[in-house]
C-alpha cells in the first residue's frame, strides 16, 4: 500500500519519488543524445534561469548516517596499507641518513668546504656577505638539523594528540583522534624540510594572506598588525628554509645516484626524494580543505573563526560516527584505521550529497537541505547514534 511503501522509501539512502517502475530516467545516469551533443546540450539550458541542480541536497547531519555504506569496503586496506607504508618510508629515510651524518661526522667538520655546491643557497650567500671567514656550517648539518628539528615538532603534536585521546573528555578525545589520523599522521608520511615551500605556493600563500587580512579588517585593526606580521616572518622564513632544503637534498640525491654500487639502494634513495617533492603540495588535503571551506565557510568562500570550529567539530564527530560503525563488524579497531586512514575528499562527497533521480521526494522539497536517519526516518541522527555509541561503552 502507498503509506508503507512511502515509509520504506524514506529509511533508505535515495528515496525517490516513484517507484521502480514509474521513476522515469535519469539524464545524467542513462544515455540521453541531448546531453552528449555540446550544441544541444546549450540548447537545453540557454534559459533565463537554468536549473542544473534541480535534484541534489545536501544532507544535513553531514553524511553521517552513510558511513556504513561509504567507509568500509574491502578495498579500502590496500589504501590503508599505501598510507602506512609511506610513513614507514619516509620517516626511514628522514632519521637513518641525518642521524648517521650527525654521529659519524666530528663535530670539528660541521663546518667547512662543503659536499656539495652551495652556489645556489641564499644562507651560504649571506654568511659570505656579512662574514669574512670561509668557516660556513656545512649544507647537510643545516639540513640534518632542520628536519630532525621538524620530525620533533610533528612528533609532540602526535604525542598531544595521543594524551588527548588518552585523558581527555569527550569532545576532547575525539578532536585529538580525528587531528592524529586526518593531520598529523599524513603530515609525518610526506614531511621533510622542501614541506615547508607548500605555505608559499600560490594556491596556499593567497588564500591565507585573505584571511588574515579579512580577521584583521573584522577585529578592527586591533593587536597592531601582530598577526599580519606574524604571517609575513612565517611565510618569508618558509620560502627560505624550503628552498634551501631543495637544493640540499637535489645536490645530495644526484651525489648518492652517481656513488651507488647498486640499483635497489639507488631506486630507493630517487623514490624518498620524489615522495617528498610530491608531498610538498598535499593534492588530497588541499582538496579536502576546499571542500571544507565550499561547505562551511559559505558563499564567501571565506572561514571564519567560528565556522573553523564548527568544521572541526564536525571531524571529530565523523570520527566517533566511524568507531561507532565500525564496532559492528569482527575486528573494529582494524576497520575504524582503514576507514579513518583511506578517507579522503571523494568520501566526503558521496556522504554529504543527496542525489534524487526523477525528482526530489516532496518531504524533502520544502527545506534547501535534506537528512534521512537510517535506523530510524522521524529520528535525528543526534538521538540514534549518540545513543548507540553511549550503550557501546
Excluded at 544535513?60 to 596499507?81: M, P, T, Y
Excluded at 663535530?107 to 651560504?124: C, F, H, L, P, V
Aim: proline share 5%; glycine share 6%.
Amino acid at each position: 500500500d502507498r503509506p508503507r511503501r512511502h515509509a520504506l522509501m524514506k529509511m533508505t539512502k535515495v528515496a525517490p519519488a516513484f517507484t521502480e517502475d514509474e521513476q522515469p530516467e535519469d539524464p545524467r545516469n542513462s544515455w540521453d543524445p541531448e546531453l552528449c551533443n555540446v550544441k544541444k546540450a546549450w540548447k537545453r539550458y540557454d534559459k533565463a534561469s537554468p536549473v542544473f541542480f534541480a535534484d541534489l541536497r545536501i544532507a544535513k547531519d553531514g553524511g553521517l548516517s552513510e558511513i556504513d555504506e561509504v567507509l568500509f569496503d574491502n578495498q579500502r586496506f590496500i589504501w590503508a596499507i599505501f598510507s602506512l607504508v609511506c610513513l614507514v618510508l619516509n620517516l626511514y629515510f628522514i632519521i637513518k641518513p641525518n642521524v648517521e651524518y650527525l654521529v659519524d661526522t666530528d663535530i670539528e667538520n660541521w663546518t667547512g668546504t662543503a659536499q656539495i655546491s652551495t652556489r645556489a643557497m641564499i644562507m651560504s650567500t649571506l654568511w659570505e656577505t656579512f662574514f669574512t671567514t670561509d668557516s660556513r656550517p656545512s649544507p647537510q648539518v643545516i639540513l640534518s638539523f632542520l628536519e630532525l628539528g621538524m620530525l620533533l615538532f610533528y612528533s609532540m603534536q602526535t604525542a598531544i594528540a595521543i594524551a588527548r585521546v588518552c585523558f581527555g573528555r569527550e569532545e576532547t578525545r575525539w578532536h585529538g583522534v580525528a587531528s592524529l589520523l586526518w593531520s598529523w599522521i599524513p603530515e609525518l608520511s610526506t614531511f621533510s624540510a622542501m614541506k615547508t615551500l607548500h605555505f608559499v605556493t600560490p594556491k596556499i600563500l593567497l588564500p591565507a594572506l585573505i584571511n588574515v587580512l579579512r580577521n584583521t579588517v573584522s577585529r578592527g585593526g586591533s593587536k597592531f598588525g601582530a598577526p599580519l606580521l606574524r604571517f609575513a616572518l612565517v611565510r618569508g622564513a618558509s620560502a627560505i628554509i624550503g628552498f634551501e632544503a631543495f637544493v640540499i637534498k637535489f645536490g645530495m640525491a644526484a651525489e648518492k645516484q652517481n656513488e651507488s654500487t647498486g640499483s635497489f639502494g639507488a631506486i630507493m634513495g630517487a623514490l624518498a626524494f620524489l615522495n617528498q617533492i610530491v608531498g610538498i603540495v598535499d593534492v588530497n588535503k588541499f582538496a579536502h580543505r576546499r571542500l571544507m571551506v565550499f561547505v562551511f565557510g559559505g558563499e564567501d568562500g571565506y572561514m571564519s573563526d567560528q565556522e573553523e570550529i564548527v568544521c572541526t567539530t564536525y571531524a571529530a564527530m565523523l570520527a566517533r560516527e566511524t568507531w561507532v560503525a565500525s564496532r559492528k563488524k569482527r575486528w573494529p579497531v582494524l576497520w575504524f584505521l582503514t576507514a579513518t586512514l583511506s578517507y579522503g575528499d571523494q568520501d566526503f562527497q558521496r556522504m554529504v550529497l543527496r542525489h534524487f533521480p526523477g525528482g526530489v521526494p516532496k518531504d524533502v522539497e520544502a527545506s534547501p537541505v535534506e537528512s534521512l536517519g537510517k535506523d530510524d526516518p522521524n529520528k535525528p541522527l543526534k538521538e540514534t547514534h549518540v545513543q548507540e555509541y553511549a550503550d557501546s561503552g
